[in-house]
């Protein structure tokens, strides 16, 4: 199966939820006046967008309406198509890997698939020919270093870890020096699941970035914020809440095979002006893909 066709399967609860709110509006089509615009813009609220960027978007989807004189149902529907590719299309979503080494910092909440994906970028990278290290830096939990054990081990990465409840930045300081010492390409960076209104961890990761910046000060360097495709609207929140600890240069999305909430995607991005890097639609080591805003669009309209 392509990752289009995968991608398309996976956000299939989102589709149903989109096309029903949707299409509801259009059934009743009869002209596009000030009465089908409220009601388009009620069904994209309702789709998890957000209030703010569907606001937006109709009142672009207005001017445009105007400016090129659309009366047609389908035309309209490809100009909000097109709306939504621009939204997404805020960055290039190919990860900046530049220089040898490069680093990726994976930060998020708990729960929301940190190791799992950074297992899947971790098999990319190989794959590509790439010697990738993993930086086990989450040590309040031990479970979390044993996945990633696991993951690195599939994925052909080496693994850099510590006992538990050690300095998590000491553990990406010993994960700098093997990376150079083997001339590796990439080093991959896991971090303790942060709860942004937990001030202490929030100041560990700050350590490890300053330790990052120290470091491999010359090195390209990425910050990932995952987030789990379920949460819906508290997702904007926490993008906005790590926003001030860290420069987020792109986001993970994981579990969109699992809800109906992928909407919040656009809202995310919108308010945000951060690139999505890669989704997640599977539990395969294979079903995370760089981020296609047009294969988005489609899959959900």
Known sequence: MGFFEKLKQGLSKTKTSFDEKINSVFSSFRKVDEDFLEELEEALILSDIG??????????????????????????????????????????PKLNLETKPSVILVIGVNGVGKTTSIGKIAAKLTHDGKKVVIAAADTFRAAAVEQLEIWA????????????????????????????????????????????????????????QKVINKEMEEASKEVLLVIDG???Q????QVKAF???????????????????????????????????????????DDMEIFNPDDFVKAII
């Not at 209030?51 to 004189?69: C, V």
């Not at 001339?183 to 709860?195: P, S, Y």
């Not at 508290?234 to 929140?237: C, F, K, R, T, V």
């Open 51 to 92: 209030i703010e960027t569907s606001e937006k978007i109709i009142a672009s989807l207005r001017e445009r309406i105007k400016k090129q004189k659309i009366e047609d149902e389908e035309e309209v529907k490809n100009v909000l198509r097109e709306i939504m590719k621009e939204i997404l299309n805020v960055a290039d």
């Open 153 to 208: 081990k599939r994925s052909g990465a080496e693994i850099v870890k510590r006992e538990e409840g050690i300095d998590p930045a000491s553990v990406v300081y010993d994960a700098i020096s093997r990376t150079k010492e083997i001339g590796a390409d990439v080093l991959i960076c896991d971090t303790a699941g942060r709860l942004h209104n937990k001030k202490y961890l929030m100041d560990e990761l700050n350590k490890i």
């Open 230 to 232: 379920t949460t819906g």
């Open 234 to 237: 508290n997702a904007i929140s």
């Open 243 to 285: 926003k001030e600890e860290a420069d987020i240069t792109g986001l993970i999305l994981t579990k969109l095979d699992g809800t109906a909430k992928g909407g919040v995607v656009i809202g995310i991005v919108e308010e945000n002006k951060i690139p999505v890097k890669f989704v997640g639609v599977g539990e395969q080591i």
